[in-house]
């Protein structure tokens, strides 16, 4: 079992500048690939970014290449996503998601979720 725990959404202006924290436990952690998702009301839940578990391989939706990065750190057990120059169309729920292989994520069905960090873009 792999658990995910997201953490750091809030309130931003447009141009700010926000970071995502997942805290993940399970045994298993270091040699697992990492991601995250967005979802808006109406809307089916998009892939946004992923990292490979040394990672050397990153993998970012077109829509965020260039302003979000995402990042993790074996040691504390936790995948990051740092979101540059927001939009208001970035507002969203973000899910931390998990899974052994590669394509699960890039095609949106990870074995493990977490629960949701609200990330609001607004003036």
């Known amino acids: 079992q792999v658990q995910l725990v997201e953490s750091g959404g809030g309130l931003v202006q447009p141009g700010g500048s926000l970071r995502l924290s997942c805290a993940a436990s399970g045994r298993t952690f270091s040699t697992y690939v990492l991601g995250w998702f967005r979802q808006t009301p109406g809307k089916e839940r998009e892939f946004v970014a992923a990292?490979?578990?040394?990672?050397?391989?990153?993998y970012y939706a077109d829509s965020v290449k260039g302003r979000f990065t995402i990042s993790r750190d074996n040691v504390q057990n936790t995948v990051y996503l740092q979101m540059n120059s927001l939009k208001p169309e970035d507002t969203a729920v973000y899910f931390c998601?998990?899974?052994?292989?590669?394509?699960?994520?890039?095609?949106?069905?990870?074995?493990?979720w977490g629960q949701g960090t609200q990330v609001s873009v607004s003036s």
């Open positions: 990292i490979n578990w040394s990672g050397s391989t990153t």
């Open positions: 998601a998990a899974d052994q292989m590669t394509a699960p994520l890039r095609n949106g069905s990870p074995d493990y």
